[in-house]
C-alpha cells in the first residue's frame, strides 16, 4: 500500500511538473495564449510572457537560444501539418450550383418573356390587319353589349396596335 501511495504521490508531482512545461504569450490581438508548444515565428519576443520551467521571458542570450531552438521545431511543427486552402470545397460547389440555377432561371425567364413579345406582335400584327382591311369593328363594353367603334375609337385602336407591334416586333 505505502509502494501505491508512493507512486501516487510521483505521478501527481509529475503532471504538476508537466504542467509547468508551458508557453504563454500574447497574440496579435491582446488575448493570453497557453500553450504546449513555442509560438509561431510572427510572435515577437516581447509578447512572449512564460516559457517552459516556469521561467519568465528575459532577454538574455540563452533565451534567445532557447527560442531559436524553439522556432526551429515550431517551423518543424509547422511544416508538418497540412497546409488548408481556406476554401471549403462543399461550400464552394454549393455556391456554384445555386449561381447556375440562377443563370437557368434568369435564362428561362427570358426565354418566357420573348415567347410573349412574339406572341403579342403577332396577335398585335393580326388586329392591323383587320384594322387595315376597313371592315367595320366592334367590340363589348363593360356591361356586355357590342358597339361598333367610331372614327375616333378606331384611331384610338389602331394607335395602341402601331405602339404594340413596334415595341415587341424588333
Not at 137 to 154: P, Y
Request: hydrophobic content about 40%; glycine content about 4%; overall charge positive.
Amino acid at each position: 500500500m505505502r509502494i501505491f501511495r508512493y507512486f501516487l504521490i510521483c505521478a501527481v508531482g509529475l503532471t504538476s511538473i508537466i504542467a509547468l512545461a508551458q508557453w504563454q504569450w500574447t497574440d496579435k490581438d491582446g488575448r493570453r495564449v497557453f500553450s504546449d508548444r513555442a509560438p509561431p515565428a510572427d510572435v515577437p519576443e516581447k509578447n512572449i510572457l512564460k516559457r517552459p520551467g516556469n521561467q519568465p521571458a528575459t532577454d538574455s542570450r540563452a533565451t534567445k537560444a532557447i527560442t531559436t531552438i524553439a522556432g526551429a521545431s515550431a517551423a518543424q511543427d509547422a511544416a508538418s501539418v497540412p497546409k488548408l486552402s481556406g476554401v471549403d470545397k462543399e461550400l464552394a460547389a454549393k455556391k456554384k450550383k445555386a449561381e447556375e440555377a440562377q443563370v437557368a432561371k434568369h435564362k428561362e425567364e427570358e426565354e418566357r418573356v420573348l415567347k410573349a413579345r412574339v406572341e403579342n406582335c403577332a396577335r398585335a400584327k393580326q388586329a392591323k390587319a383587320g384594322f387595315d382591311s376597313g371592315v367595320r369593328m366592334a367590340r363589348f363594353n363593360e356591361k356586355g353589349e357590342r358597339e361598333i367603334l367610331d372614327d375616333a375609337a378606331r384611331a384610338a385602336e389602331m394607335q395602341r396596335i402601331q405602339s404594340i407591334i413596334s415595341s415587341d416586333c424588333q
